[in-house]
């Protein structure tokens, strides 16, 4: 049922920003916990960032201080403010909703968006 679509990626030289968007439909987006992933060439999938419900969030060390998630429960978006933008920051990256239904745990995920950060 439920969908993301995320957009915003692309090439961006070092230093620079780029802003991601994840649209979500189909579901009750302000109950879920919301995440931001990222996927390098020859890398497993990491965690960037996450924002509950309750509007607390987390960030991984590597981008703490750049990167900054956030969402608008009244467009159904979550966000993802990436500054300071650097080579490594290279990967596709995936917006994802986690959240439970009984006791089962469920995630849905969007398709990507490759975000290129080169000179």
């Known amino acids: 049922q439920v969908q993301l679509v995320e957009s915003g990626g692309g090439l961006v030289q070092p230093g620079g920003s780029l802003r991601l968007s994840c649209a979500v439909s189909g579901g009750a987006f302000s109950t879920y916990t919301m995440g931001w992933y990222r996927q390098a060439p020859g890398k497993q999938r990491e965690l960037v960032a996450r924002?509950?419900?309750?509007?607390?969030?987390y960030h991984a060390d590597s981008v703490k201080g750049r990167f900054t998630i956030s969402r608008d429960n009244a467009r159904n978006t979550v966000y993802l403010q990436m500054n300071s933008l650097k080579p490594e920051d290279t990967a596709v990256y995936y917006c994802?909703?986690?959240?439970?239904?009984?006791?089962?745990?469920?995630?849905?995920w969007g398709q990507g968006t490759q975000v290129t950060v080169s000179s």
């Open positions: 924002i509950f419900s309750t509007g607390s969030m």
């Open positions: 994802n909703v986690f959240t439970t239904i009984g006791l089962s745990m469920r995630d849905y």
